[in-house]
């Protein structure tokens, strides 16, 4: 079981926070070492935008065990601006209303509960972005 700091200390999860190589200008999320494009070392951190698109994605009816309740819900693979690729739940809307290309905006929510432990974990999820 991870401790409550623990998951708190891990940026990317909280804040999008990501690694752009400082010679080739990839973006890496979550951070690497060593960036795959050019092999540089060096980078410097950048907060991710929040806008993305979907790429694609499924609706999942026979959940594991810890989201017994949410079932249905949809999972998707999404593309923010920066060309980072994230999968994440998309909520708030009905499988109809989405496709591919749809735009979105990743909002932080509650990801999941362990009662016994009394920890909450939170993240990111996807909604569609109306007009």
């Given at each position: 079981?991870?401790?409550?700091?623990?998951?708190?200390?891990i940026?990317?999860?909280?804040?999008?926070?990501?690694?752009?190589?400082?010679?080739?200008?990839?973006?890496?999320?979550?951070?690497?070492?060593?960036?795959?494009?050019c092999?540089?070392?060096?980078?410097?951190?950048?907060?991710?935008?929040?806008?993305?698109r979907i790429?694609?994605?499924?609706?999942?009816?026979?959940?594991?065990?810890?989201?017994?309740?949410?079932?249905?819900?949809?999972?998707a693979?999404?593309?923010?601006?920066?060309?980072?690729?994230?999968?994440?739940?998309?909520?708030?809307?009905d499988?109809?209303?989405l496709?591919?290309?749809?735009?979105?905006?990743?909002?932080?929510?509650?990801?999941?509960?362990?009662s016994?432990?009394?920890?909450?974990q939170y993240g990111?999820?996807?909604?569609?972005s109306r007009?």
């Amino acid at each position: 079981m991870k401790s409550p700091q623990y998951t708190r200390e891990i940026p990317q999860r909280y804040r999008l926070e990501a690694e752009k190589c400082r010679q080739c200008g990839k973006v890496h999320f979550p951070p690497r070492l060593i960036c795959d494009a050019c092999q540089s070392q060096e980078f410097e951190q950048v907060i991710l935008s929040r806008a993305g698109r979907i790429l694609t994605w499924t609706v999942i009816h026979v959940p594991p065990t810890n989201f017994d309740l949410e079932a249905p819900y949809i999972i998707a693979i999404v593309e923010l601006e920066e060309g980072v690729r994230l999968t994440c739940q998309v909520v708030d809307c009905d499988p109809e209303e989405l496709a591919v290309d749809a735009p979105v905006e990743m909002v932080f929510r509650r990801i999941q509960e362990d009662s016994q432990a009394d920890i909450i974990q939170y993240g990111y999820k996807a909604v569609l972005s109306r007009p």
